[in-house]
C-alpha cells in the first residue's frame, strides 16, 4: 500500500502535534502551591490521554488537510494503435451531401456521415491518443492529443456546424504536426486529412511543410470526399489543365507523394466509401503504443478526518467538564463575627 | 475609626521604654508590685505612709510598681509569589490590610512597628526598621501593594534573624504557609528568642469550597508548572484530608515555639483576629 497526498506541503506543519505537551488548552486555575494537590492517578490518566488526543487531533486534521490517498498510479501499458491527429475540413461545402446538394429529409452531409463513422472509428481505438484539429480559412485547434475518449467525441460531434468557405490545408496540416512530439521515435504518428476539395499551396509553404513532415515523421491518410461532378484524385489532367489552379486535388495528391512519408489516399464518394475507407485505415494503422492508465486511487481525507473525530470529541467533553473555582459573593459569606 | 489589633506578648517583656505591656522593669508607675525598705528602692515619691507607720522596726517602706513597657512588633511577610492568590478575596490584599492594622495599634499603645518581606532573599526593598512614628500604617500599605508579590520560594525568612536581633520581639509571621516543613522549622527556630504569632492567610476556595467534580487545569503560582486534576468526591475528600492533615501538623509545630497559628479566612476581622491572638 503506498499512501501519497495531494499537498504534501502541508505535512510540514505535522510538528505541531506536540503542541499539547507545551500548552493546555484548559482554563488556568491559579493555585498557590501545586504541592498541596493530592497524587491521583485517575487525574494522569486523564492528562495522558487528553494530551494524546489533542495530539491525535492535530496531526489527523493535518493529515486530513494535505488530502492522502493510496494507490492511483499511472500505469504505463502497451496496446496497438497510433497517436492519431484528425484533421477535418470545416469549409462550407462539407455540410452538402454527396451529390453537392444542401441536404434534405433523410440526406446525409458529407460532415455528418464523416461524423458517425469517425465515432465508431474512434470507438474501435480505445488505446489510440486522439487529437482533433479543424481548418478552413484558418486552422483551429480542437483537442490537444489525449486519451479521454469522451473529449474526443465531443470534440467530432461538433465538427458538423457550419464553417466558411475556403480551404487552407496548409495550415491545417502544420498544426496538426504540431500535436506531435519530435523527439520520441518510439510514438507512432497519423494523420487523417477529411477533406471535400483541395487547395494550392504554395511552392514555398510546400517546402516548410515538408521539412516539417520529416522532422515528425507522420503518416499521411487523405480522406478525399469526392463530390458528384467535380475532379477526382487520381484524374489524370488534360493537357489545357494540367496546373494546380484547375485542379487542385490532383496536384495535392501529387505533392503528398512527395512528402517522403508513407501515404494513403482513400477517394469516397458515398458514406459507403467513406466507412470502407476508415476500415481500412483502422487495419493499417495497428502498431504497438504506450499508453498510460490510471488506477483508481482511494481517497483517505475521509478516513482521516472520520479518524479525528473521536479524539476531538474526547477533548470537546473535557472541555465542557472544565470544572471552576467559584468565589462566592460577598453578601453570601458567613459573617465570622456574628457566628462568634 | 477603624478597630485595634490587641495583641498580649508572651512573658514579661524586657524593655525599658514605658509603654502598655507588662514588664519585669519596676518603676515609679504602674500596678503595685511589692513593698522594699527605703534603703533598697529609694524613691521618695512612692513611700507608703501606711505600711511605714504599721512596720514595728520602724523602717521606711516604698511601694514598688511593675513598669509597664513596650515592645518591637515586627510583621515578618512571606512575598512570595503564592500569595498573589485571588479566590474570595486576594490575599495579598489582606496581608497589606493586617500589616497595616497591625502597625497602626503597635504605635497608637507606643510600641515600635517594623516590616520585613522576604521571599528567597531578604527584600531590602520591604524593610522597614521598627518605628514608632504615627505614620508608619501608611507606609506599610505602600510597601506591601500587591505587585511586590513576585517572589518564589521564601528562603529569605532564615535571613530575618540579624535583623531582628536583641531584645525579644513580638513577631507576626504572615504567610499562607504552603511551604515546606523542614523550611518552617529552621524559620521557627532562629526566631525562637521571639514571640513568633504564625498568621496563616487561607481561602475558602481552596478547601471547602472546591468543585465536587470536573477538570481543573492547576497552575502554580510560583513555579507556573501545570497540572490537570479530575476532580470528583473522594479525590476532594482526599484533597481537604491531605490539608487538614497539614494544618494539624503546621499547628504542632508552631506550637512547639510557642504559639498555634492564628488563621485569616476569605476576610480580616480585626476583632475576631484579636480574639485569635489571645486564643493561640
Given at each position: 500500500m503506498i499512501l501519497n497526498a495531494d499537498h504534501p506541503w502541508v505535512l510540514v506543519l505535522l510538528p505541531l502535534a506536540v503542541l499539547p505537551w507545551l500548552r493546555s488548552p484548559h482554563r488556568r486555575t491559579a493555585i498557590g502551591?501545586?504541592?498541596?494537590?493530592?497524587?491521583?492517578?485517575l487525574s494522569a490518566w486523564?492528562?495522558?490521554?487528553?494530551?494524546?488526543?489533542?495530539?491525535?487531533?492535530?496531526?489527523?486534521?493535518?493529515?486530513?488537510?494535505?488530502?492522502?490517498?493510496?494507490?492511483?498510479?499511472?500505469?504505463?501499458?502497451?496496446?496497438?494503435?497510433?497517436?492519431?491527429?484528425?484533421?477535418?475540413?470545416?469549409?462550407?461545402?462539407?455540410?452538402?451531401?454527396?451529390?453537392g446538394r444542401t441536404p434534405e429529409g433523410a440526406?446525409?452531409?458529407?460532415?455528418?456521415?464523416?461524423?458517425?463513422?469517425?465515432?465508431?472509428?474512434?470507438?474501435?481505438?480505445?488505446?489510440?491518443?486522439?487529437?482533433?484539429?479543424?481548418?478552413?480559412?484558418?486552422?483551429?485547434?480542437?483537442?490537444?492529443?489525449?486519451?479521454?475518449?469522451?473529449?474526443?467525441?465531443?470534440?467530432?460531434?461538433?465538427?458538423?456546424?457550419?464553417?466558411?468557405?475556403?480551404?487552407?490545408?496548409?495550415?491545417?496540416?502544420?498544426?496538426?504536426?504540431?500535436?506531435?512530439?519530435?523527439?520520441?521515435?518510439d510514438e507512432h504518428h497519423v494523420i487523417l486529412l477529411v477533406s471535400d476539395g483541395g487547395a494550392v499551396i504554395d511552392p514555398h509553404v510546400q517546402d516548410q511543410l515538408r521539412a516539417l513532415f520529416a522532422r515528425y515523421r507522420a503518416d499521411l491518410y487523405f480522406l478525399f470526399l469526392r463530390t458528384a461532378g467535380s475532379k477526382g484524385l487520381f484524374d489524370e489532367p488534360g493537357p489545357d489543365e494540367n496546373t494546380p489552379q484547375a485542379m487542385p486535388e490532383h496536384f495535392l495528391h501529387r505533392y503528398f507523394q512527395t512528402l517522403g512519408v508513407p501515404y494513403h489516399a482513400f477517394q469516397a464518394e458515398s458514406p459507403g466509401q467513406v466507412e470502407e475507407a476508415i476500415r481500412q485505415i483502422d487495419a493499417l494503422e495497428r502498431y504497438p503504443i504506450t499508453y498510460t492508465e490510471h488506477l483508481p486511487r482511494r481517497d483517505?481525507?475521509?478516513?482521516?478526518?472520520?479518524?479525528?473525530?473521536?479524539?476531538?470529541?474526547?477533548?470537546?467533553?473535557?472541555?465542557?467538564?472544565?470544572?471552576?473555582?467559584?468565589?462566592?459573593?460577598?453578601?453570601?459569606?458567613?459573617?465570622?463575627?456574628?457566628?462568634? | 475609626m477603624t478597630a485595634d489589633i490587641h495583641y498580649r506578648p508572651r512573658g514579661a517583656v524586657t524593655g525599658l521604654r514605658v509603654g502598655a505591656h507588662p514588664s519585669r522593669q519596676v518603676g515609679g508607675m504602674g500596678t503595685f508590685r511589692d513593698l522594699v525598705p527605703f534603703a533598697a528602692h529609694p524613691d521618695a515619691r512612692r513611700i507608703d505612709v501606711r505600711a511605714t507607720a504599721l512596720?514595728?522596726?520602724?523602717?521606711?517602706?516604698?511601694?514598688?510598681?511593675?513598669?509597664?513597657?513596650?515592645?518591637?512588633?515586627?510583621?515578618?511577610?512571606?512575598?512570595?509569589?503564592?500569595?498573589?492568590?485571588?479566590?474570595?478575596?486576594?490575599?495579598?490584599?489582606?496581608?497589606?490590610?493586617?500589616?497595616?492594622?497591625?502597625?497602626?495599634?503597635?504605635?497608637?499603645?507606643g510600641d515600635r512597628f517594623g516590616l520585613i518581606g522576604c521571599d528567597a532573599i531578604l527584600r531590602l526593598d520591604c524593610f522597614l526598621p521598627a518605628t514608632a512614628r504615627r505614620g508608619v500604617a501608611a507606609d506599610v500599605e505602600m510597601l506591601l501593594e500587591p505587585s511586590r508579590w513576585v517572589g518564589a520560594g521564601a528562603e529569605g525568612l532564615l535571613e530575618a534573624a540579624p535583623y531582628l536581633a536583641g531584645a525579644r520581639k513580638m513577631v507576626f509571621l504572615v504567610s499562607d504557609f504552603l511551604l515546606p516543613l523542614d523550611l518552617l522549622r529552621r524559620v521557627f527556630e532562629s526566631l525562637a528568642l521571639h514571640d513568633i504569632v504564625p498568621v496563616i492567610i487561607r481561602d475558602s476556595?481552596?478547601?471547602?469550597?472546591?468543585?465536587?467534580?470536573?477538570?481543573?487545569?492547576?497552575?502554580?503560582?510560583?513555579?507556573?508548572?501545570?497540572?490537570?486534576?479530575?476532580?470528583?468526591?473522594?479525590?476532594?475528600?482526599?484533597?481537604?484530608?491531605?490539608?487538614?492533615?497539614?494544618?494539624?501538623?503546621?499547628?504542632?509545630?508552631?506550637?512547639?515555639?510557642?504559639?498555634?497559628?492564628?488563621?485569616?479566612?476569605?476576610?480580616?476581622?480585626?476583632?475576631?483576629?484579636?480574639?485569635?491572638?489571645?486564643?493561640?
Open positions: 502551591s501545586i504541592a498541596v494537590v493530592p497524587a491521583d492517578r486523564v492528562r495522558l490521554g487528553l494530551r494524546i488526543a489533542g495530539m491525535l487531533a492535530i496531526a489527523l486534521i493535518i493529515l486530513a488537510l494535505s488530502g492522502p490517498y493510496h494507490g492511483g498510479r499511472l500505469v504505463s501499458r502497451i496496446g496497438t494503435g497510433a497517436q492519431l491527429v484528425l484533421l477535418l475540413d470545416r469549409s462550407g461545402s462539407m455540410s452538402d451531401t454527396f451529390a440526406e446525409e452531409s458529407k460532415a455528418s456521415a464523416t461524423k458517425r463513422l469517425l465515432r465508431d472509428f474512434i470507438g474501435r481505438r480505445p488505446h489510440d491518443l486522439f487529437g482533433v484539429a479543424a481548418f478552413s480559412t484558418a486552422p483551429m485547434l480542437v483537442l490537444p492529443l489525449t486519451d479521454h475518449q469522451d473529449a474526443v467525441l465531443a470534440a467530432v460531434n461538433a465538427s458538423d456546424r457550419r464553417g466558411l468557405n475556403f480551404t487552407n490545408i496548409a495550415r491545417g496540416l502544420g498544426m496538426a504536426l504540431s500535436m506531435f512530439a519530435a523527439d520520441r521515435p483517505l481525507t475521509g478516513w482521516a478526518y472520520a479518524l479525528a473525530c473521536p479524539p476531538l470529541l474526547l477533548l470537546l467533553a473535557a472541555k465542557l467538564m472544565e470544572a471552576r473555582v467559584r468565589v462566592r459573593p460577598a453578601a453570601t459569606r458567613p459573617d465570622r463575627r456574628v457566628a462568634a | 512596720d514595728p522596726f520602724d523602717t521606711t517602706m516604698v511601694r514598688r510598681l511593675r513598669q509597664r513597657a513596650s515592645i518591637d512588633v515586627y510583621a515578618l511577610v512571606d512575598l512570595s509569589a503564592s500569595l498573589r492568590y485571588q479566590g474570595n478575596a486576594a490575599k495579598a490584599a489582606l496581608v497589606g490590610e493586617l500589616c497595616a492594622a497591625l502597625a497602626r495599634s503597635a504605635t497608637r499603645i476556595t481552596e478547601g471547602a469550597d472546591l468543585p465536587e467534580w470536573g477538570l481543573l487545569d492547576l497552575a502554580d503560582l510560583e513555579s507556573g508548572a501545570r497540572r490537570l486534576v479530575f476532580m470528583r468526591p473522594a479525590l476532594k475528600r482526599r484533597w481537604l484530608a491531605e490539608d487538614a492533615a497539614r494544618q494539624t501538623a503546621l499547628r504542632q509545630l508552631a506550637g512547639q515555639y510557642g504559639r498555634t497559628p492564628v488563621v485569616v479566612t476569605d476576610r480580616l476581622d480585626l476583632d475576631d483576629f484579636s480574639r485569635g491572638l489571645l486564643e493561640a
